[in-house]
């Protein structure tokens, strides 16, 4: 498995941006897809954003296409989400997650990163 570390989270105000970021180690990064995910408060986690290992492919869900950005560099081994134009309803723990590359950009994740809090404040 990869070992993710998430960064960049913190309190902005709506309408405000913030770049999240996570780290991976432990395998070689151009072999995963990666995705971001997130869970609200008594809520199920859900699906944010994901990208194919190359960076050729990006997905996004309903909710965020148009204002988030997910983008990866692998020389560095690490994963992005730009988040602009953020809503209350973005509030959440926002989870980094990987594996093995595919085509399927949805499913199938199997290593989760420990999550960054971010919060929108209306």
């Known amino acids: 498995q990869v070992q993710l570390v998430e960064s960049g989270g913190g309190l902005v105000q709506a309408g405000g941006s913030l770049r999240l970021s996570c780290a991976a180690a432990g395998r070689t990064f151009s072999d995963y897809d990666m995705g971001w995910f997130r869970q609200a408060p008594g809520k199920e986690r859900e699906f944010v954003a994901a990208?194919?290992?190359?960076?050729?492919?990006?997905y996004y869900a309903d909710s965020v296409k148009g204002r988030f950005t997910i983008s990866r560099d692998n020389a560095k081994n690490t994963v992005y989400l730009q988040m602009n134009s953020l809503k209350p309803e973005d509030t959440a723990v926002y989870y980094c997650?990987?594996?093995?590359?595919?085509?399927?950009?949805?499913?199938?994740?199997?290593?989760w990163g420990q999550g960054t809090q971010v919060t929108v404040s209306s």
């Open positions: 997650a990987a594996k093995r590359k595919a085509y399927d950009l949805v499913r199938s994740y199997d290593s």
């Open positions: 990208i194919s290992w190359g960076g050729a492919r990006t």
